[in-house]
């Protein structure tokens, strides 16, 4: 690898600490993982084979590539695919044991269709909305099913499921409204498993946990629940599991006044220092984060938050290290972008996206890095 090349370091064994930790908020139930888009792009052929060596044997990811690709990683997980099951997949999901959720009438046609001509019934979940008009049978469509028992007599179904809109908002009343509604659903199909919280859900107690926990960016590092909300907050605060660190490609010094840059949108009164460092948008570090994200420089002995100076460019940051002692920092040295004191969550925020986008968008061209995760 050489010099120049930024890192991204992904812990596992925080990840498998926020594993349990989601887990200990609903002891009765299943903790499954959510691993879909690469595992929020920090590489699902390692974190998934480390949650497994945790004890996780259920895991989710959205699209039929996604879920026959795990299959290689975990040879004897349960897989979901939350997409379903796409037109002239169905044999190949037969054959790697992906069980689909299904979540339109004609989803569930196909695989009734797929369960004659395998000869016998086919693992299945089934997801109702209830009320984030995405996915998921509507009631009309959910009725319609229960009425004709033919199709379910195909199946043997695992569990049924149905996702929270404003989970991360506790005080939102679609809240009670989906609870009660999935109750509903629930009740119709008497003795069959339940699925329901993703990350923030499973911090919202006992109504909202039922069978299968589904969490993603808990695991992940975020904290999934709005800060407005102070104790939930608090309570479902995240081991830090990304560290981003960017190489100082240079540092210069502005003798008096000047501008930093594309645009000239960070201007200087007075001597100030700027150091270059090798990270920018085309490796997913937000544009939005020009004159807003934060950086951290460690030095033998303490550690300094410097602010982003001017424009995030394709390939490169600008940081005003003026605050700095003059042998703080040296070109080669690190400059930190996630983790090691910089929160995921507030630079997120101060790029206007969340967590989720950020972590999704890093991108291909770190040199990566995963520490623990053995069993
Ligand atoms: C992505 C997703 C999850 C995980 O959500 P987080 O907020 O990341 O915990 C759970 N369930 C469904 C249906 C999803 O699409």
Same mark, same amino acid.
């Given at each position: 690898m050489f010099g120049d090349t930024a890192c991204l370091t992904v812990n596992l064994d925080a990840i498998i600490a926020n594993w349990r930790k989601v887990a200990a908020q609903a002891p009765k139930a299943e903790c499954a993982a959510v691993v879909k888009a690469d595992a929020y792009g920090l590489g699902a052929a390692e974190v998934a084979p480390a949650l497994w060596r945790a004890g996780c044997r259920r895991f989710f990811v959205a699209h039929a590539e996604e879920a026959l690709a795990l299959r290689r990683h975990l040879a004897d997980a349960t897989i979901h695919a939350l997409h379903g099951v796409p037109a002239d997949a169905e044999a190949e999901y037969v054959q790697q044991r992906i069980v689909p959720v299904l979540s339109t009438p004609e989803q569930v046609s196909r695989w009734v269709a797929a369960a004659r001509r395998h000869g016998a019934p086919l693992d299945a979940a089934l997801q109702v909305d209830t009320g984030i008009n995405r996915l998921g049978l509507q009631p009309r469509e959910f009725d319609a099913l229960l009425a004709n028992s033919d199709p379910l007599g195909a199946f043997r179904l695992q569990f049924i499921m149905s996702h929270l =809109?404003? =989970?991360?908002? $506790?005080?939102?009343p679609l809240n009670a409204e989906q609870a009660s509604r999935f109750a509903a659903a629930r009740a119709r199909l008497p003795g069959l498993s339940g699925s329901f919280a993703n990350s923030a859900g499973c911090f919202l107690g006992p109504a909202f946990a039922h069978d299968i926990l589904r969490p993603g960016i808990a695991l992940y590092g975020? @904290?999934? +629940?709005?800060?407005?909300a102070t104790a939930l907050h608090a309570a479902a605060q995240m081991q830090p599991v990304v560290e981003l660190a960017g190489k100082i490609l240079q540092i210069r010094d502005i003798d008096s006044a000047g501008c930093v840059g594309y645009g000239a949108s960070y201007r200087v009164e007075k001597p100030s220092r700027i150091a270059t460092v090798a990270v920018g948008y085309a490796d997913g570090?937000?544009? &939005?984060? %020009? @004159?807003r994200g934060q950086a951290v420089i460690t030095s033998a002995d303490r550690s300094y938050q410097v602010p982003i100076a001017g424009r995030v460019s394709m390939d490169m940051i600008t940081l005003? +290290? %003026? &605050?700095? $002692?003059?042998?703080a920092c040296k070109p080669g040295d690190a400059a930190v972008l996630l983790g090691g004191g910089i929160d995921l969550d507030a630079q997120a925020a101060a790029g206007g996206t969340i967590s989720y986008e950020l972590l999704t968008g890093l991108g291909p061209r770190y040199a990566r890095r995963y520490l623990g995760g053995a069993a």
């Amino acid at each position: 690898m050489f010099g120049d090349t930024a890192c991204l370091t992904v812990n596992l064994d925080a990840i498998i600490a926020n594993w349990r930790k989601v887990a200990a908020q609903a002891p009765k139930a299943e903790c499954a993982a959510v691993v879909k888009a690469d595992a929020y792009g920090l590489g699902a052929a390692e974190v998934a084979p480390a949650l497994w060596r945790a004890g996780c044997r259920r895991f989710f990811v959205a699209h039929a590539e996604e879920a026959l690709a795990l299959r290689r990683h975990l040879a004897d997980a349960t897989i979901h695919a939350l997409h379903g099951v796409p037109a002239d997949a169905e044999a190949e999901y037969v054959q790697q044991r992906i069980v689909p959720v299904l979540s339109t009438p004609e989803q569930v046609s196909r695989w009734v269709a797929a369960a004659r001509r395998h000869g016998a019934p086919l693992d299945a979940a089934l997801q109702v909305d209830t009320g984030i008009n995405r996915l998921g049978l509507q009631p009309r469509e959910f009725d319609a099913l229960l009425a004709n028992s033919d199709p379910l007599g195909a199946f043997r179904l695992q569990f049924i499921m149905s996702h929270l =809109a404003c =989970a991360d908002e $506790p005080d939102h009343p679609l809240n009670a409204e989906q609870a009660s509604r999935f109750a509903a659903a629930r009740a119709r199909l008497p003795g069959l498993s339940g699925s329901f919280a993703n990350s923030a859900g499973c911090f919202l107690g006992p109504a909202f946990a039922h069978d299968i926990l589904r969490p993603g960016i808990a695991l992940y590092g975020g @904290n999934p +629940i709005d800060p407005r909300a102070t104790a939930l907050h608090a309570a479902a605060q995240m081991q830090p599991v990304v560290e981003l660190a960017g190489k100082i490609l240079q540092i210069r010094d502005i003798d008096s006044a000047g501008c930093v840059g594309y645009g000239a949108s960070y201007r200087v009164e007075k001597p100030s220092r700027i150091a270059t460092v090798a990270v920018g948008y085309a490796d997913g570090f937000l544009r &939005a984060l %020009s @004159n807003r994200g934060q950086a951290v420089i460690t030095s033998a002995d303490r550690s300094y938050q410097v602010p982003i100076a001017g424009r995030v460019s394709m390939d490169m940051i600008t940081l005003d +290290i %003026s &605050a700095l $002692p003059a042998d703080a920092c040296k070109p080669g040295d690190a400059a930190v972008l996630l983790g090691g004191g910089i929160d995921l969550d507030a630079q997120a925020a101060a790029g206007g996206t969340i967590s989720y986008e950020l972590l999704t968008g890093l991108g291909p061209r770190y040199a990566r890095r995963y520490l623990g995760g053995a069993a």
